[in-house]
């Protein structure tokens, strides 16, 4: 890839260019989607020099594909990486990363509010491997700092946390982390890099589900992990054995996703905004859970450590989970889905969706009131959204 500097160019550049400047086969000018699994070589030298990493080049589509290079390097470019490597899932990065990197007797420090998928990674996988998960509760910034001080081989944030958008100071906790010799890693698919770079704050490792904000049309699955070259050769090393590879198809609508990662999430950081102070109001409305509102307890943090506050945002609705089953089905332009990140307003109750699992007992203990919406706020205009929210709360 090319060796220009990136240094002072802004996220709204990189994302269109990055990973791009270089001539494609036949002067494409786009991308192309290599649906090659293997590579040939007439020259027996040269495929020895490839194959033992002397030379750039591709040997078989589940180590390196150049569509997933492309992607790769602009992901890289944009956390502002010395590395990246990419993933079918963002489950997949995020197991790729614990199982690569722990090793029985270790101990993970994290919060309760990690992703459903990743706390039953803490609580049923790690532990089969004798590797100990204490998750702390997720507000209590003193506790979790009191844990990283006992003993912590890896720390995993992640914030903003789902569902109630509950924020985790970085610079705090990853400063704690660096103290015990730990690798820090964040999970930023809430945030992107257009609002939050914690490489930038010294975290080791970001890592993203793609399938969320940074493919952003809803079409296309996949992970990344960005952060220090040596253990991102670790990270991939071990997937490319246990073969959780990025598709070329899906790493192109993930590229294409992302040439408008920019203005998409400026509107999106914009929309929710609007929409949260106009929930605030509205008496309907149990409570609010935004970090851009000066009233929420993360505000301060958050507006530290974040350039936007993003597209994600969450409210409670006064008369329980039979107000949220009268309120859903109204809304006119949303999902009902579990899923985030779209251009598309989303919106779901996180009883059915994130925390099915869990019971009712369970969901208030992480502070999740049962009427509870998540909201993925879409790049619509702002006023037909709050219309259609107002319409919608009105007929409860
Ligand atoms: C969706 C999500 C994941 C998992 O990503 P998949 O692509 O669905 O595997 C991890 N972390 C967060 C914060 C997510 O929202």
Redesign the pocket.
């Known amino acids: 890839m090319s060796n220009k500097s990136w240094d002072n160019i802004s996220s709204a550049t990189k994302s269109v260019w990055a990973g791009e400047e270089e001539n494609f086969v036949e002067g494409a000018a786009q991308v192309p989607i290599v649906n090659s699994v293997s590579y040939s070589y007439d020259d027996l030298d040269e495929w020895f020099d490839v194959a033992t990493g002397k030379r750039k080049g591709h040997i078989y589509s589940r180590n390196t594909n150049p569509t997933v290079t492309v992607f790769e390097e602009k992901m890289r470019i944009l956390e502002d990486a010395e590395a990246a490597t990419s993933f079918a899932?963002?489950?997949?990065a995020?197991s790729n990363i614990l199982f690569s990197l722990l090793s029985p007797g270790q101990r993970v420090v994290s919060v309760k509010d990690t992703?459903g998928?990743?706390s039953v990674v803490f609580l049923d996988h790690l532990p089969r491997f004798n590797i100990n998960v204490t998750m702390c509760e997720t507000h209590d910034q003193d506790a979790i700092e009191a844990e990283i001080f006992k003993e912590c081989d890896l720390l995993y944030l992640?914030t903003p946390t789902?569902p109630t958008m509950k924020i985790l100071d970085l610079k705090r906790l990853i400063a704690a982390g660096k103290k015990m010799g730990a690798i820090i890693v964040v999970?930023n698919?809430?945030a992107t890099p257009i609002n939050q770079n914690p490489l930038t704050l010294g975290a080791d490792l970001v890592v993203h589900?793609?399938?969320?904000f940074i493919g952003g049309h809803s079409d296309a699955?996949?992970?990344v992990v960005c952060g220090s070259a040596d253990l991102i050769q670790k990270i991939y090393e071990f997937r490319e054995i246990n073969g959780a590879t990025l598709d070329a198809n899906s790493a192109y609508l993930l590229i294409r996703g992302l040439k408008t990662l920019d203005i998409r999430i400026e509107k999106q950081n914009k929309n929710a905004m609007a929409l949260a102070k106009f929930l605030l109001n509205h008496d309907k409305v149990e409570q609010v859970f935004y970090p851009g509102l000066e009233s929420d307890i993360g505000h301060e943090i958050a507006k530290r450590q974040m350039k936007g506050f993003s597209g994600m945002l969450s409210f409670s609705l006064k008369g329980g989970f039979d107000a949220v089953r009268n309120f859903l089905p109204q809304i006119r332009f949303a999902h009902r889905a579990a899923h985030?990140g779209g251009v598309e307003t989303i919106v779901g109750p996180p009883r059915t969706t994130s925390h099915v699992e869990l019971s009712e007992k369970q969901r208030l203990d992480l502070g999740i009131p049962e009427s509870l919406i998540r909201c993925s706020v879409g790049i619509e205009a702002i006023q037909d959204i709050i219309a259609d929210f107002d319409q919608a709360l009105n007929s409860i």
């Open positions: 899932t963002g489950m997949a995020i992703y998928g990743t992640e789902n999970d698919t809430f589900s793609a399938t969320k699955l996949g992970g985030l």
